[in-house]
């Protein structure tokens, strides 16, 4: 009798996902293993394979192979080449595309690498005229998401797996219907496809209801633009033209907030060796510390509820001033209140601005109540900022209703088919809508979305949505430029797009390729001409398509309605709510890139937590444990080293709702005000997930989006266990940072080479020989502290680019984050309201590096090119390398991170071993996937330094190699920046970019007194602080004043060479003395 | 005088002369095995699913090798032809051959042929075609005279130490760049070799990297 034998099959879809990798459950893992079985076996499988045909098979097969020891060698494995050629695919080479991502502001415009037709990278589109070509955090993490093995899959109808064919009916079914009770619920985004498609809609169906909700739109700056300057008005700044700026409770800097493009030019302000160009001034009004607050020249802390007193006061200075009727209409309208702040500081930022006049700009955040950014437009009108600095530029955005509308229209009956097109308006909605219970009223609701979240199991049908990788579509950036949107990948789980839902709405057939995309391309370009529209593909946008400027005046009496409506009661505790720098409102939730990314500031990872200042943690009795850590650890030396850094956990409650929430002090806090990130706490929608973080919008309603004042809180007696990576990595105040004030500056270039140790050490000789650095190319870096404002975007774009691994919570608690780049952020001053610095630390390839001299096995060796090397293959993992690392930037693979689930390390050999396919399609295929044991660390991006040569030496030819040049790359972290600040290139070259910053008289070189000649070298901050502030003395001092001043940790080049080491140096070697 | 040993220590000597020496020679054995051409699979010849001949192909019909390997003066990967070059001769040549059944098969059906690897370097090792045909390092030099193979095997043990013997002296291997896909080009003699060597050597300013991140990234 003939049997078959089947292993058991494991179940398909397990509804809640413990790790990353629980890829054995993914069908594409059995295939993986039946790949490891001779060829032709599993042929046998299914034809039914007796005992008898099986040993004769083995026999067979054994006789072959001669000694039989081939079982020993590796298994065979195989080329498979394409059937037929596909264009302009060449086997091992990436291709590049433009495309964009859509985002709340518009698009972060892209150029994708694709590799043998995987896209595995994102990259700023340098072309873009909206662009300076770098992108953001998140945008770099959009790999990991299109890939991600969570993401849906299947269409469900009421949480069973259903088919496209029934789905399609359904939709045929309400496009033939009268389109009575149509409600459609999208998100924010200024793609002129779909306001075609939704004007064709509205003509086919008019009673349809389209709403828009997005819980960080920027809605009330579109209320404000509104009652100033009419409708759809969008002021753009150009900040190279503004010699001033105050940033009003908005974190304008960073990409994640107002898009890639938004604060370019800012930067270049920012240098004080321009010539023509003087350094601008930040001023900084702000309740938490944001990364913009850090690149303050000043920082006011004030509540969020304070914020309109601040702009009325700044308003009514300035009206009286410049005399301006209009900016005293509006002040006026908006009633006083009490305020805590300085008024010295009020009234010498507006002093400063009215000396300034039309060089300035005002900018508020996104969320901030529209009767203050309606306040904020008056004084920029006032001040002859708009039309100099600020372009008014007339949008194309139509109507739409809120979803409070849409609420009511439920409420009332009048909704019986909804389709929510992406975002998750159960989770994220107002929370007085109560949306998820109010969607049980509608009938038909259906949900597109890239995974099975809140809002897809409280509807009755939910659709996988395509990645905006994976589907066309186009976009207009913040300045209207018409953009592509280009798939780069079929859609890996059958996603459906937006457009595509909107199309088969409208009744028409479904798209083929980009033909609906096509159709507005021809609109806008007003060309029928494909060389057009391939031009459009191949820059990414359409050249001159941006909005057309217009002038507008201040409509002071609307202006002042609005104003008038001001809230500005500020008493009590107020809790604010943040976008996150992981999760944004939520929707990352599942990226284990971004969860492990640490907080810009508090370096928190994969949580949230409330923050709070010095003083009110110590009022509301939450203990500032954090602080103390290695107290307790030494403490516990003997018995059991706690990592834990435990926060108290408190109950915030408004009255009527109480959420729950670990606190840790944040430094530089606003007092009586308390801030939690967005988008965490989910419960059993996501694989990563599942208990972590809290969950603050139970609290966020409609009238209080940004924040709920009159809270309490409540500290209770369960601790929480945070994972910060701060911590662990301190520098122990040596001056690795250096700031100074311009006026110092000017008087002496060169100050930050004669910090600390640097002025009084003796010529360094080493007891090493050097390696012979004989290459013609030199690599080297330059990291510019003035610009770079810790952003994380090059974080994330080395994580994708190398393929670092992810390690989890438990381990980031145990300091094995691998990242490597990270960014160590700098608290100067006193606790209550300090100075913030960043400084972006990679490996700094030394020249002489001290990694290599202890390493037994010659793992770690320097090229001829100035790289330190790392061998992966070589390392026996001893990690002498990172304990005499002096920046700490070497990583080890305590475990396989990349094969084993992250809740399983501990098991050993037990524990599930594979990765996704999905995952490793994501993988940059020109670098190594390290194993268990080995260590790792910034390569200077290798791949592509020798991808560079070889393209040069293939160019070459049979012709010397020195007579062409190189080709011009930068490497990952570079490429990501927005801000330039990170310079890369051949230091050998005196022409180079880098070159030229390495002779900046603001460079300098970490542990200089180590004499190991790092290649990476440090341009200083410089602030420009306004000597009439208030506090402006203790601006730019994180180093001390240089001149024995009250700071103490001055330290001339010239006449100290007999003082005691400054206390910051106490901890290094007197090398000097 | 008591006896301090027991009586099964009397075996003992011999027991422990068979161990060591049953280790020592599963240790010189594995030794003998994994570090000699035999592991590296010099001489490796899998049976391919479809019996191609680079005799035929290359020796007496003459194609150059970049007819079907078209992209290995542009790419680090030297392509295996897609089963369209194979039909755009085996349409009319041979078109009805039972040796080309896997080939019209793939065709017909879309499928890819899956050829059996034979040349393979570890994954932490990144080796690049393109660099070294341009720079008049030949086929044959690590691929040994494919033209005469009628079963593709594995010439050359491809191991690190034999790259490494090439990359500090390459002049014992480069080429004029006219001969680089020229399978029966033989310099004279080992001195004419040298001499043709140290000029291209100089003249083009051939220096391949000797550390480790030339090949390992």
């Not at chain 1, 069908?27 to 034809?47: I, M, N, T, V, W």
Request: proline share 7%; with cysteine; aromatic share 8%.
């Amino acid at each position: 009798m003939k049997r078959n034998f089947h292993h058991p099959k494991p179940e398909k879809n397990p509804r809640i996902w413990r790790s990353l990798r629980e890829l054995e459950n993914d069908p594409q893992f059995e295939k993986h293993l039946e790949q490891e079985f001779p060829r032709g076996a599993d042929l046998y499988q299914d034809s039914g394979l007796s005992k008898r045909d099986f040993i004769k098979l083995m026999g067979a097969s054994i006789a072959l192979a001669g000694v039989g020891l081939t079982g020993c060698r590796r298994p065979d494995s195989f080329i498979v080449p394409f059937t037929k050629g596909v264009e302009y695919t060449i086997p091992g080479k990436f291709l590049y595309y433009a495309t964009s991502m859509p985002a709340r502001y518009g698009a972060v415009p892209l150029i994708a690498t694709t590799s043998d037709g995987r896209p595995t990278k994102l990259e700023g589109n340098p072309l873009h005229p909206f662009s300076n070509g770098g992108t953001d955090s998140f945008a770099q993490a959009e790999i990991l998401n299109l890939y991600d093995p969570h993401r849906s899959k299947e269409i469900t109808e009421k949480g069973q797996a259903s088919d496209a064919a029934a789905f399609d009916a359904f939709v045929s079914s309400i496009a033939a219907g009268d389109g009575k009770g149509l409600a459609i619920l999208a998100e924010p985004q200024s793609s002129p496809t779909r306001n075609r498609l939704r004007a064709a809609l509205a003509t086919k169906f008019p009673d349809m209801l389209w709403a828009e909700y997005d819980p960080l739109a920027a809605t009330p700056a579109e209320e404000a633009a509104a009652a100033s300057f009419g409708p759809n008005v969008r002021l753009v700044p150009n900040f190279s033209r503004a010699d001033i700026v105050v940033a009003i409770d908005s974190d304008f800097l960073n990409p994640i907030e107002t898009g890639i493009g938004y604060a370019q030019g800012f930067a270049a302000r920012r240098n004080p060796d321009q010539k023509g160009a003087p350094m601008n001034r930040l001023y900084v009004v702000e309740n938490h510390y944001t990364v913009t607050g850090g690149m303050a020249d000043h920082r006011l802390r004030l509540k969020v509820s304070e914020m309109g007193e601040f702009a009325r006061q700044l308003g009514l200075a300035l009206a009286k001033a410049s005399g301006n009727a209009g900016l005293a209409a509006v002040a006026n309208a908006v009633p006083a209140s009490q305020a805590s702040f300085d008024s010295k500081w009020v009234e010498e930022c507006a002093a400063d601005l009215a000396k300034n006049g039309s060089r300035s700009i005002i900018v508020a955040g996104p969320l901030t109540p529209a009767p203050i950014q309606v306040l904020v437009n008056a004084i920029n009108s006032a001040l002859g900022n708009i039309g100099a600095t600020l372009t008014a530029l007339k949008t194309d955005a139509p109507a739409s209703a809120s979803i409070g509308d849409l609420a009511k229209a439920i409420e009332a009956g009048k909704v019986k088919s909804l389709f929510i097109l992406g975002g998750n308006p159960a989770h994220n909605a107002p929370a007085e809508l109560g949306f998820a219970k109010l969607l049980e009223k509608v009938s038909d609701t259906v949900h597109l979305g890239l995974f099975e979240d809140e809002t897809a199991k409280a509807c009755r049908w939910h659709v996988p949505a395509a990645h905006f990788l994976e589907a066309w579509g186009d976009v207009r950036t913040f300045d209207g430029t018409y953009t592509s949107v280009q798939p780069m990948i079929l859609p890996l789980w059958g996603g459906r797009s937006e457009l595509e839902i909107l199309n088969a709405l409208n009744g028409a057939p479904a798209p083929v390729g980009p033909a609906l995309v096509q159709a507005t391309f021809t609109q806008v370009a007003n060309t029928t001409d494909p060389a057009a529209w391939n031009a459009f593909l191949r820059d990414g946008f359409q050249p001159n398509s941006a909005f057309a400027p217009v002038q507008v005046t201040l409509n002071a009496d609307s202006a002042a309605a609005l104003a008038k409506t001001s809230v500005t009661k500020s008493d009590g505790l107020e809790l604010v709510f943040l976008q996150s720098s992981s999760v944004d409102d939520g929707r990352y939730a599942n990226n284990s890139w971004l969860l492990e990314t640490p907080d810009f500031v508090t370096k928190v990872t994969w949580d949230n937590a409330i923050l709070v200042s010095p003083a009110t943690a110590k009022k509301l009795g939450i203990k500032a444990n954090n602080f103390n850590v290695l107290g307790d650890i030494a403490e516990k030396m003997g018995n059991d080293v706690n990592y834990d850094l435990l926060a108290d956990i408190v109950e915030i409650s408004d009255g009527k709702t109480t959420i729950e929430a670990a606190a840790i002090v944040a430094p530089g806090h606003a007092d009586d005000s308390l801030s939690i990130a967005l988008g965490y706490g989910r419960k059993e929608v996501s694989a990563l997930m599942d208990g972590v973080g809290f969950d603050a919008y139970p609290l966020r309603r409609s009238n209080c989006m940004r924040t709920v004042g009159g809270v309490t809180c409540k500290v209770t007696d369960r601790d929480y266990p945070l994972a910060q990576t701060q911590e662990h990595k301190s520098m122990e105040g040596r001056d690795l940072v250096r700031e100074g004030t311009i006026e110092r500056y000017s008087k002496d270039n060169a100050f930050a080479q004669s910090m600390g140790m640097d002025s009084h050490i003796p010529p360094n000789i080493s007891l090493y020989t050097h390696p012979e650095l004989t290459s013609k190319e030199q690599w080297g870096m330059t990291v510019d502290l003035n610009t770079c404002t810790g952003c994380n975007a090059c974080v994330v774009a080395c994580q994708a680019e190398n393929n670092v691994p992810v390690v989890g919570k438990d381990q980031v608690r145990k300091n094995r984050d691998m990242a490597w780049i990270r960014l160590d952020r700098y608290f100067a001053g006193e606790a209550n309201d300090p100075e913030m610095l960043t400084q972006a630390v990679m490996c700094q390839h030394c020249e002489n590096a001290p990694c290599e001299t202890v390493c037994p096995v010659n793992a770690t060796v320097h090229s001829e090119d100035g790289l330190n090397l790392m061998a992966y293959n070589r390392c026996i993992g001893t990690r002498y390398c990172a304990n005499n690392c002096p920046w700490k930037v070497r990583r080890f693979n305590y475990f396989d991170y990349n094969q084993r689930p992250l809740d399983e390390l501990y098991w050993g050999p037990l524990a599930k071993k594979g990765m996704a396919d999905s995952l490793k399609m994501a993988k940059n295929p020109n670098v190594t996937v390290r194993m268990r044991g080995v260590m790792e660390k910034c390569t200077f991006c290798i791949q592509r330094i020798e991808e560079a040569k070889i393209s040069r030496l293939v160019e070459a030819g049979p012709t010397p190699a020195s007579e062409t040049p190189i080709a011009a790359f930068k490497v990952a972290c570079q490429q990501a920046c927005p801000n330039d600040s990170l310079i890369f290139g051949n230091i050998a070259d005196p022409k180079s970019a880098v070159s030229q910053s390495r002779k900046s008289q603001r460079a300098y070189e970490m542990f200089k007194y180590l004499n190991v000649t790092p290649r990476v070298l440090y341009l200083a901050r410089i602030r420009n602080p306004n000597p009439k502030m208030p506090g402006a003395d203790l601006v730019g001092m994180a180093n001390g004043s240089g001149h024995h001043g009250a700071h103490g940790e001055g330290h001339d080049a010239h006449d100290s060479h007999n003082a005691q080491p400054p206390h910051g140096d106490a901890h290094a070697a007197p090398a000097a003395h | 005088m008591a006896n301090f040993f027991p009586k099964w220590t009397n075996w003992l000597p011999l027991k422990l002369v068979i161990c060591v020496g049953a280790i020592v020679t599963v240790i010189v054995g594995g030794l003998t095995y994994y570090f000699t051409p035999k592991y590296t699979r010099v001489g490796y010849e899998p049976t391919q699913p479809v019996p191609f001949s680079h005799v035929i192909h290359v020796q007496q019909l003459g194609m150059d090798c970049r007819y079907c390997h078209s992209f290995v003066e542009v790419a680090s990967h030297s392509n295996v032809p897609t089963t369209q070059t194979c039909m755009s001769c085996h349409t009319q040549i041979k078109a009805d051959s039972p040796k080309l059944a896997a080939v019209r098969e793939s065709w017909k059906t879309g499928q890819p042929v899956n050829w059996v690897r034979i040349h393979k370097v570890p994954d932490y090792t990144y080796f690049n075609h393109a660099v070294h045909v341009n720079r008049g390092v030949s086929c044959y030099s690590c691929h040994g005279a494919i033209n005469e193979m009628k079963v593709v095997y594995q010439h050359e043990p491809q191991s690190m130490s034999w790259c490494l013997d090439c990359h500090r002296a390459p002049e014992n291997h480069l080429r004029p760049p006219s001969e680089v896909y020229n399978m029966a080009w033989k310099p004279a003699s080992a001195q004419a070799q040298h001499e043709i060597g140290m000029k291209f050597k100089e003249e083009w300013e051939v220096n391949p990297p000797v550390t480790c991140g030339g090949c390992h990234r």
